[in-house]
Each structure stands twice: as C-alpha cells, then as structure tokens.
C-alpha cells in the first residue's frame, strides 16, 4: 500500500512539472489529433473531419498546428483562403456549404474553423441559422455572409 502512494505522488509530481503546474489535467482534443485523422497538412495548419458529423455528409475542421487561441488578421486570411480552397473540393457534392464562426466552439483555447455542408435535415440545422457565418456558393462562384436569425426574419419594408 506504502509502495502504491508513493508511487502515485511520484506520477503526480511529474504530471504537474510537465504542464508547469497551471493547466487543467484535461489535455486539449485538438493537440491531441492523432496523425492518421489528420486528412492533410500545412505549414501552419492542419485539416481533420470532426468527430461528431451532425448529419451532415462532409464536415472538416481546419485548426493551427500550435495551441494558440487568437491569431493576427493575416494569418485568420490565411485560414479562410486554404479552407475555401480545400472546400471546393471536399464539398463538390453541394451547392453550397459554409464556414462557421467559433461562437459554439468546444474547444475555445485552439484556433480552429469547422466547415459544412448546409443541408436543411442535418441535426444542427438551428444552431446553424444562429452561427455567423461565410457562405460558398460552388457553382456561382460567390461568397457571403450570414448572421445568426437573418433567415427567419421576415423580411422589413423599407421606411424610406
Ligand atoms: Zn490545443
């Protein structure tokens, strides 16, 4: 028994040297992304398919290879230009999909991008409408963006 605690304190102790003793014992999901989940990677950033697919045929997940939670101006163009790029690509089955903004992100600490389809039926289809969001259009070619509940609202007359 005498062995045992010892040798629990001991784990405990390098535990606590290896994350400098200020982190939670939680490690962050995306540090964690083993290589084979990895679908492609970049110099500065990594593409993976999320975990949980919401009902949606293709939902990626684009995310910096480091831990780091805000990034500079460039670097977020970066982001967005690769995850359009790539996309096209992934999303040619639809007309068009989107990239969403971290408002309901699960991991807030690690710079990342979730992309989908927009398919009406998918199980996220409300929290979708509540997400600001940038809208690919693949086959015209165009880019938009949408703000949480401007689908449902009916649309206003002009006053003016
Ligand atoms: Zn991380």
Redesign the pocket.
């Known amino acids: 028994m005498e062995i045992l605690e010892l040798h629990l304190e001991k784990h405990a102790v390098l535990r606590t040297n290896i994350d400098g003793g200020t982190h939670a014992a939680e490690p ?4 964690r992304i083993s290589q084979e989940e990895v679908l492609a990677e970049f110099q500065r950033w990594k593409l993976a398919r999320t975990k949980t697919m919401k009902g949606h045929r293709e939902r990626l997940m684009l995310f910096h290879k480091d ?1 780091i939670k805000t990034l500079d101006e460039g670097s977020i163009g970066e982001a967005y230009l690769l995850l359009m790029k790539i996309g096209s690509k992934f999303f040619s089955y639809t007309d068009k999909w989107a990239i969403f903004e971290p408002v309901y992100a699960t ?1 807030p ?2 710079w990342h991008r979730v992309a989908s389809d927009l398919d009406r039926n998918a199980d996220d289809d409300a929290q979708i409408l509540k997400t600001p969001r940038m809208i690919i259009d693949n086959h015209q070619g165009t880019l938009s963006r949408a703000y949480p509940d401007h689908d449902s609202v009916d649309p206003v007359e002009d006053p003016s």
């Open positions: 962050c999901p995306l540090c831990h991991v600490d690690h």
